[in-house]
């Protein structure tokens, strides 16, 4: 079965860096459209930023010039890279994997703590 597992996240310094990554089994991952979700406490889950099978990214505006994300098809591996952190970053980041129909092919990791003291 379809398997995302985060990894990277932890505690750092506003202003700090962290890289995220979400390695894929049981999928043809090149298919997939890949995306980075967060969830702060309190708070609805919302997007970080997506990649498409061709490349082309998306990103929340409270991200824009700060993460970039990326995918190594040959790895099966999406990541994060987080630049200029901010404690409002803190939150739960979720890996998703996505393909229409998405009702049928619609994938989560279990997350991984991300958290940013001031």
């Known amino acids: 079965q379809v398997q995302l597992v985060e990894s990277g996240g932890g505690l750092v310094q506003a202003g700090g860096s962290l890289r995220l990554s979400c390695a894929a089994s049981?999928?043809?991952?090149?298919?997939?459209?890949m995306g980075w979700y967060r969830q702060a406490p309190g708070k609805q889950r919302g997007l970080v930023a997506l990649?498409?099978?061709?490349?082309?990214?998306n990103y929340a505006d409270s991200v824009k010039g700060r993460f970039t994300i990326s995918r190594d098809n040959a790895k099966n591996t999406v990541y994060l890279q987080m630049n200029s952190l901010k404690p409002e970053d803190t939150a739960v980041y979720y890996c998703n994997a996505q393909k229409r129909p998405v009702a049928f092919y619609n994938f989560w990791g279990q997350g991984t703590q991300v958290t940013v003291s001031s």
């Open positions: 049981g999928m043809i991952f090149s298919d997939y459209t």
């Open positions: 990649i498409n099978s061709g490349g082309t990214t």
